[in-house]
């Protein structure tokens, strides 16, 4: 079902594409569709405000899944908001990949 549900909701078109994208990130195999994958889709399309750009952040990078959607994502977007950072595919892709370190690193500087 997992499968299924990255080809219907990313747009994936065939196996190859399929292959390519869980091969990236092989555990996301084993998430939740409801507890997990879409909550997070939810959480990027709202935070970017548009569905296509969404998909094709979470394609190029699957690993942006990985990150807590409770522990990561949302306190990092908040913190973003209020260092007034433009909310963008770039701005979420370092929100869910950073270390901690270098995010904060990436808001002192842009707080500056």
Same mark, same amino acid.
């Given at each position: 079902?997992?499968?299924?549900?990255?080809?219907?909701?990313?747009?994936?078109?065939?196996?190859?594409?399929?292959? @390519?994208?869980?091969? #990236?990130? &092989?555990?996301?195999?084993?998430? =939740?569709?409801? !507890?997990? $994958?879409? *909550?997070? %889709?939810?959480?990027?399309?709202?935070?970017?405000?548009?569905?296509?750009?969404?998909? @094709?952040?979470?394609? #190029?990078? &699957?690993?942006?899944?990985?990150? =807590?959607?409770? !522990?990561? $994502?949302? *306190?990092? %977007?908040?913190?973003?908001?209020?260092?007034?950072?433009?909310?963008?595919?770039?701005?979420?892709?370092?929100?869910?990949?950073?270390?901690?370190?270098?995010?904060?690193?990436?808001?002192?500087?842009?707080?500056?």
């Amino acid at each position: 079902p997992t499968l299924k549900w990255f080809q219907k909701n990313l747009d994936l078109k065939d196996d190859a594409e399929i292959n @390519t994208f869980v091969n #990236k990130l &092989p555990t996301l195999l084993d998430y =939740s569709i409801k !507890n997990n $994958l879409e *909550p997070t %889709l939810e959480f990027y399309i709202e935070s970017i405000g548009n569905k296509g750009d969404a998909i @094709t952040l979470l394609t #190029k990078s &699957p690993r942006a899944f990985g990150a =807590s959607l409770e !522990n990561r $994502l949302k *306190p990092r %977007l908040d913190e973003a908001k209020e260092a007034g950072m433009v909310i963008d595919q770039r701005c979420l892709l370092r929100i869910a990949t950073y270390t901690e370190k270098m995010w904060r690193a990436n808001l002192e500087h842009r707080s500056k």
